[in-house]
T-cell receptor, first 107, second 116 residues
Framework: EDQVTQSPEALRLQEGESSSLNCSYT??????LFWYRQDPGKGPEFLFT???AGEEKEKERLKATLTKKESFLHITAPKPEDSATYLC????????FGPGTSLSVIP | DGGITQSPKYLFRKEGQNVTLSCEQN?????MYWYRQDPGQGLRLIYY???????QKGDIAEGYSVSREKKESFPLTVTSAQKNPTAFYLC???????????????FGAGSRLTVL
């Protein structure tokens, strides 16, 4: 059974303190790896799609990378407005979502 | 602006009642999806439709029903057979279905259903 897992479950950072979120996925049959941001009480918003190992994509303070078995979402010098839940999803014959990492950035 | 509109945002249901959640998109997307989100769990797929007048069960379809009579609309009915319906429900769409590759999902703002 295809699986997507994320760690940590929750992360609390001081403003400016860089860190990374992890997403592990079933390798076989992966068509693409997605990252979404979800604010409380709202629907997820698309951030990145990664297709092959070694690929990297950036947007403001966020950089997503993909290895053969993991993806990382690096957050550089985060600000309080980066606080949200970050969801990772693998596209197979259907899309499978991980449980998310809840990020809190404290001023 | 193109997007997905879900209504109502909040809904309360008494035990034994059926309720219908609305989902409308103006993105001209072929595929539409319904997900359920519970605290601490990933999004779980209820139903999906890749084309008008056709839909398939997802991982947790029991107690739910859908229809896809128009490209723009994909309503979800939560029936009395769903034993634990309190959750956050998300509707999404994509340009094509999953058979055509890794397609980005566009989500609505969600509907929160509470059973009294």
């Amino acid at each position: 059974e295809d699986q997507v897992t994320q760690s940590p479950e929750a992360l609390r950072l001081q403003e400016g303190e860089s860190s990374s979120l992890n997403c592990s996925y079933t390798v076989s049959g992966l068509r693409g790896l997605f990252w979404y941001r979800q604010d409380p009480g709202k629907g997820p918003e698309f951030l990145f799609t990664l297709y092959s190992a070694g690929e990297e994509k950036e947007k403001e303070r966020l950089k997503a990378t993909l290895t053969k078995k993991e993806s990382f979402l690096h957050i550089t010098a985060p600000k309080p407005e980066d606080s949200a839940t970050y969801l990772c999803a693998g596209s197979y014959d259907k899309v499978i979502f991980g449980p998310g990492t809840s990020l809190s950035v404290i001023p | 602006d193109g997007g997905i509109t879900q209504s109502p945002k909040y809904l309360f249901r008494k035990e034994g009642q059926n309720v219908t959640l609305s989902c409308e998109q103006n993105l001209n997307h072929d595929a539409m999806y319904w997900y359920r989100q519970d605290p601490g769990q990933g999004l779980r797929l209820i139903y999906y439709s890749q084309i008008v007048n056709d839909f398939q069960k997802g991982d947790i379809a029991e107690g739910y029903s859908v229809s896809r009579e128009k490209k723009e609309s994909f309503p979800l009915t939560v029936t009395s057979a769903q034993k634990n319906p309190t959750a956050f429900y998300l509707c999404a769409s994509s340009i094509d279905g999953w058979s055509s590759g890794a397609n980005v999902l566009t989500f609505g703002a969600g509907s929160r259903l509470t059973v009294l």
